[in-house]
Every structure is written in C-alpha cells, then in structure tokens.
C-alpha cells in the first residue's frame, strides 16, 4: 500500500509568493487531516474533512490559509501570500472513521 | 492552558532502561488515548491505542491511563537505540470522530 502521500516535500519560497501543499490519502479512507508542525508550537491541527467536506476549520491560523477536497482522493493546503512565520512542517494523514490516523511524509516549508 | 500537557524533555538513557513518558489533560471528555511515535524527519506513527482507563501492554510497551487523575503514561521496558525519536501523547473525545488533541512531544534518545 502507497500510504499517505505528500508533495512536493520540501519547498523554499520567498514572502509573499503562493504555496500549494498537496495530499492523496489512502484510499477507502473518509476523513482527512492537515497538521503544521514547529519546535515552538508542536503539532497543530489546522482543518480536518471528512467525506470531502470540511468539518473544522478553528485551526486555520488566518484568512491567508485555505483548504480544499474536491474528491476522496485528493486535497491541497493553500498559503497566500506567505510569510517567514509559516515556515513549519505541514503533515497530511487520513484515517477511517475514528480509527488510526496515518501520517504522510511531510512538506518542509521554508519561507525566506 | 493547553488541553494536553507532556512532559518536555528531552530525555537520554542507556540501552536496557525503563523509560516512562508522561502526559495530563484538563478535558474530563477525553475517552480515547494514544501515542504516536515520530523519528526524525518523518511523520508520526501510532504506537498504543486505549480507550478509557486501564493499562494495555503490547511486547516492551505498557500504556497507562488514569482519567481520575487524568494522567497518562508510556513505559518502555529494556529500551533500544531504535526506540530513539520523539514520542506524542493524543486524546481523543468519543463524539468528535477523527479530531485528535496532540501533547508536544518528548524526544527519547537511547545510547548503546
């Protein structure tokens, strides 16, 4: 099984250009999750869907943060326009119903 | 306050050691816990799962849970220098299907 997977997974970009962080969770799973991860803050949950729909979003920093699930195979974390501050590890994980959540591999962000 | 508060560390011992690895909680709700393991530069990985209070134990790890005392524990028995990584306590309510409450994590390192 392919697992969670993320891309791209590193990615430099300078303040104020757009950043789209991409996920494909696996397959037959209905809920979907998007984390940001710093030595300050810890892990943080931003958005998680379930069957495509976003259920709670409390964790989205700001307006310059988006989520979409146009389908059950498909979600991007959009950064518009970006700052030094997102720099972070952004993780996708799906899981089914209430089950395990399992993690992707990570997109390091660095916003110089 | 956070919700979710776990020991910081870091913690270093040598190869054999029992470690335990401690998080409190303040949301009484909380009827689902977990720790996640995370090596470096990869995202977590569920390691126990318990529902309530009580102790479940599975080969050199023994989870813990007091929701009287709203304490949880991970112990590590004879410890290897492959359980070295950062360890993430989670809680979980049982309405709130998916959505996790995740501890800052503690960084074990065990030296041979």
């Known amino acids: 099984d392919a697992g969670v997977i993320q891309s791209p997974r590193h990615e430099v970009t300078e303040m104020g250009q757009e950043v789209t962080l991409r996920c494909k969770p696996i397959s037959g799973h209905n809920s979907l999750f998007w984390y940001r991860q710093t030595m300050m803050r810890g892990l943080e949950l931003l958005i998680y869907?379930?069957?495509?729909?976003?259920?709670?979003d409390s964790g989205m920093p700001e307006d310059r943060f988006s989520a979409k699930m146009p389908n059950a195979s498909f979600s991007t974390l959009k950064i518009q326009p970006s700052e030094p501050r997102d720099s972070a590890v952004y993780f996708c994980?799906?899981?089914?119903?209430?089950?395990?959540?399992?993690f992707g591999p990570g997109t390091r962000l660095t916003v110089l | 306050q956070k919700e979710v508060e776990q020991d910081p560390g870091p913690l270093s011992v040598p190869e054999g050691a029992i470690v335990s690895l401690n998080c409190t909680y303040s949301n009484s709700a909380f009827q689902y816990f977990m720790w996640y393991r995370q090596y470096s530069r990869k995202g977590p990985e569920l390691l126990m799962y318990t529902y309530s209070s009580g102790n479940k134990e599975d080969g050199r790890f023994t989870a813990q849970v007091d929701k009287s005392s709203k304490y949880i524990s991970l112990f590590i028995r004879d410890s290897q220098p492959s359980d070295s990584a950062t360890y993430l306590c989670a809680m979980r309510r049982n309405t709130n299907a998916g959505k996790s409450t995740f501890g800052d994590g503690t960084t074990l390192t065990v030296k041979p």
């Open positions: 994980a799906s899981s089914l119903s209430r089950d395990e959540q399992f």
């Open positions: 869907f379930n069957n495509n729909v976003p259920i709670d």
